[in-house]
């Protein structure tokens, strides 16, 4: 049976799961989601992850969520939450994330996310959850006893986020594969035992991009988590061209691409490749010869350029609040006009009454 097409059985027999009347054309859909934990987005989330949600746009219907839900997992300042949340809604639009071509949203404003998590929740088995890497890494930072059960379930409502839209790719690091296998173990699960109703979302993660490194400790990710050895979009630039020129490299004083041997100077290179448009190999032939001092120097250039005017789109996004929260409002409702049929469907195959 084709995607998003009709479905047998059930009270709604006859219906489809339409695609909304968001977009007049039929590209293929992408959901993604951001947590709006720090002040900031870091270079890894950019690479890994948003700068492909910007460029998605040309080709697939876009929906992008700020996940709040996702961030009271762990403890949160009620005051800190929300301006965190239209700070990453302002990053979001001054990284090119366009209201007119993408859906742009907050989670906690269109309720089929929760409505949905509960069905899939009650698919998931707690081995299976048990399993993630992710809950086990934070569960272990947030000390013994700690861990709350909505970061146990957490990738769960993942799962509910992404299927809701019936979305066939999700842009995302290396760090969601798991997650995303998840998501389609149960999308799968949820169709063999209630006929076609789900799309099984395919991973979207660029190989080079997939994990950026942290420029104090280049063998672990970088992380809004460990503020350390991140470079973050909206910190003060000399505060970055700082963390920049004192980036772990080696001993040795050769530029090659060499992740198991030399992670620092190879992550260094993956990220001035991307930012200045360059290949590997084409950097590693111009910097033949010359130092990690040059190299950086390079890197902290070409940051700076970018980060700069960025910094100014955010600042202006943020002078008009309500602006912002019009922009958010309006895709809360148009992400509910998709995310509602799905819910509707997966309730009727469930076996709930519909209301009437
Ligand atoms: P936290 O440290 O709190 O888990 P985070 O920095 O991982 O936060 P998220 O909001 O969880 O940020 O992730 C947003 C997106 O950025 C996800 O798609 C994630 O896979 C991607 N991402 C995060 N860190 C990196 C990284 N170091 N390299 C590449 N992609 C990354
Ligand atoms: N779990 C992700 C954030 C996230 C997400 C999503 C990503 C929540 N819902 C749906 C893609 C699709 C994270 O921690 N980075």
Redesign the pocket.
Known sequence: MPKHSVIPGGDDEGSTVHRGANFPTHRPRV?????PTADSFHIGNYLGALRQWVSMQETHETYY?V?DL?AITVDQDPALLRQRTRVAAAQLLALGVDPARSVLFVQSQVPAHTRLTWVLECLTGFGEASRMTQFKDKAARSGDGHASVGLFT?PV??AA??LAYQADA?P?GE??RQ?LELTRNLAQRFNSRYGHTLTVPEPFILKEVAKIYDLSEPTVKMSKSSPGGSLDLLAPVKQSVKKIKSAVTDNDREIRYDPAAKPGVSNLLTLLAILSDASIAELENSYSGKGYGDLKAALADVFEAFVTPLQERVAAYLTDPAQLDAILADGARRAAEVADVTVRTVFDRVGFLTAT
């Open positions: 959901f993604s989601g951001i947590q969520c996940v996702h957490y409502l993942m986020d992404i999700v995302v760090d969601q997650h």
